[in-house]
C-alpha cells in the first residue's frame, strides 16, 4: 500500500483558506488519492477524490502535483466548524476496478480554525 | 435521508457477554465494512463485505464475527468480548468499485469491563 505523509496539526484563521499537504511518494498509477475528515469522534466524513487531475466540489479542492507523489486540500474559506482530524489516504484496489476496497487511515492531520 | 445507522451508539458490558452491534444503509451499497478506532492507532478495518453472503477478513479480525444475509444489513458479532476489544466502531458502506467513496456511521462506543 502506498503510504501517506501528513503534518501533525496546523492551525488557521477563520475566514481563510486552510492548505493541507499529503506526501504519497510511492503512490501507483491506478490509485486514488481521497481526503477525509473527523470531527471530534463523529463517523469519518467524505471529502473529495482525485486521480490525476486537480478537483473542487462544494466541500474543498484538490490539488495533486504531476508526478502524483504529493497533493493538497484546500479549504477556501475556513470555518470552526472545519476544526477537526484531516485524513489523506491513498486507496488500495483489492479486486479490480469492479470491487470496493479498503481505507487505511494514518494519524492524519488535526486543523484547528481559530477565531 | 441517505445513511449509515449503527445501534447501538454506547454500551458497557462485561467479559464473556455476547454482543451484536448493528449497521444498517439505505443507499443500496454493495459493499460494507467494519473498522475500529484506537487511539495512536488510526482506523483499522476488521472485517468486510463486497456483496450478500460475500464476507472477509480486514485487518484485525480476531475476536469478531460478521454476516451478510441481506444487502441492507452487516451486523457485527462479538461472541466472548474482551477488555482489549474496547474501543470505537464504525460501520461504512459504498458502491462497488475502487473509487467510490465510503459513508461512515456516527459510531459505537464499546466498554468491556
Known amino acids: 500500500d502506498a503510504k501517506t505523509t501528513q503534518p501533525t496539526s496546523m492551525d488557521c484563521a477563520e475566514g481563510r483558506a486552510a492548505n493541507l499537504p499529503c506526501n504519497h511518494s510511492?503512490?501507483?498509477?491506478?490509485?486514488?488519492v481521497y481526503w477525509y475528515r473527523q470531527i471530534h469522534s463523529q463517523g469519518p466524513q467524505y471529502i473529495i477524490h482525485?486521480?490525476?487531475n486537480n478537483e473542487t466540489n462544494e466541500m474543498a479542492s484538490l490539488i495533486i502535483t504531476e508526478d502524483r507523489k504529493s497533493s493538497t486540500l484546500i479549504l477556501p474559506h475556513a470555518t470552526l466548524r472545519d476544526t477537526a482530524v484531516y485524513y489523506c489516504?491513498?486507496?488500495?484496489?483489492?479486486?479490480?476496478?469492479?470491487?470496493?476496497?479498503?481505507?487505511?487511515f494514518g494519524e492524519g492531520t488535526q486543523l484547528t480554525v481559530n477565531p | 435521508e441517505a445513511q449509515v445507522t449503527q445501534n447501538p451508539r454506547y454500551l458497557i458490558t462485561v467479559t464473556g457477554k455476547k454482543l451484536t452491534v448493528t449497521c444498517s444503509q439505505n443507499?443500496?451499497?454493495?459493499?460494507m465494512s467494519w473498522y475500529r478506532q484506537d487511539p495512536g492507532l488510526g482506523l483499522r478495518q476488521i472485517y468486510y463485505?463486497?456483496?450478500?453472503?460475500?464476507?472477509d477478513k480486514g485487518d484485525v479480525p480476531e475476536g469478531y464475527k460478521v454476516s451478510r444475509k441481506e444487502k441492507r444489513n452487516f451486523p457485527l458479532i462479538l461472541e466472548s468480548p474482551s477488555p482489549n476489544q474496547t474501543s470505537l466502531y464504525f460501520c461504512?458502506?459504498?458502491?462497488?468499485?475502487?473509487?467510490?467513496?465510503?459513508?461512515f456511521g456516527d459510531g459505537t462506543r464499546l466498554s468491556i469491563l
Open positions: 510511492t503512490i501507483s498509477g491506478n490509485e486514488y
Open positions: 463485505s463486497m456483496n450478500v453472503e460475500v464476507t
Open positions: 443507499m443500496n451499497h454493495e459493499y
Open positions: 461504512a458502506s459504498s458502491f462497488g468499485g475502487s473509487e467510490q467513496p465510503q459513508h
Open positions: 489516504i491513498v486507496r488500495v484496489a483489492l479486486y479490480g476496478e469492479t470491487s470496493g476496497s479498503r481505507l487505511t
Open positions: 482525485g486521480l490525476k
